[in-house]
């Protein structure tokens, strides 16, 4: 992720925009089998100030661009993977959004990489979505809210059923905790209601 405080408006920009890689299943490719950086990255580019003006400066612009990277691997060094990557994705927006000055427009910038999120929000290898939900054995699912082998053990989050994104937590807290209640190994309090 990179976070971009710019000292100007791009009009080209929508509030949601894309730009993407050339070749789709040689990006994926090189991020779930190769487990590297791809050279040619799709790039996920927000623009919230087109939405809500109070979210930057005026004439000014707060940018989130996000691009697909592997979850942290021993070989990942992000100090060095880090300043590189960055230089592909600029050159990539300057390329192909009409983004040809965002770099010298910067003002206050952050970014968060894999062993930044792993770091700040204990997140396993800083994959945000946790274990992998597609192939044969998952089927598309994630672990489930609750195991029945183990008594008072339950899972909600992004890394369990239904998966990841807040809308998703949210359900994966309604769940875990409807299956709690369901199973009464805890008494019930005062004033709770159903
Ligand atoms: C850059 C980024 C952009 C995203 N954009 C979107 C979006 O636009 N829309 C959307 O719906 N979702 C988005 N998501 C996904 C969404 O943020 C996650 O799916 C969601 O936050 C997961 O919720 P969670 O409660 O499982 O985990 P978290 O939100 O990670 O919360 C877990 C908390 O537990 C704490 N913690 C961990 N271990 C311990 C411990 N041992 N003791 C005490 N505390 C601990 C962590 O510090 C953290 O605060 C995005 C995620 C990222 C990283």
Redesign the pocket.
Known sequence: ?LYLGVNRRFPQLSHHNFVFSENSPEEFHAVYDQHRLAPDPTCYVCAPARTEAAVAPPGREALYI?VHTPYLRPEHDWKKMFPEYRRVILEKLARTAGLEDLEPAIEVERH?TPED?GA????WNGA???IASHGRLQGGFKPANHEPKLKGFYL?????HP???????LM??WIAADRLDRDQIVPKTQGAVG
Do not use: E
């Open positions: 992720m996000l968060l999120i700040r929000y204990a997140v945000i979505y946790g909600a989050g992004g890394a369990a998966g990841p994104g807040m809308p998703m937590v994966s807290g």
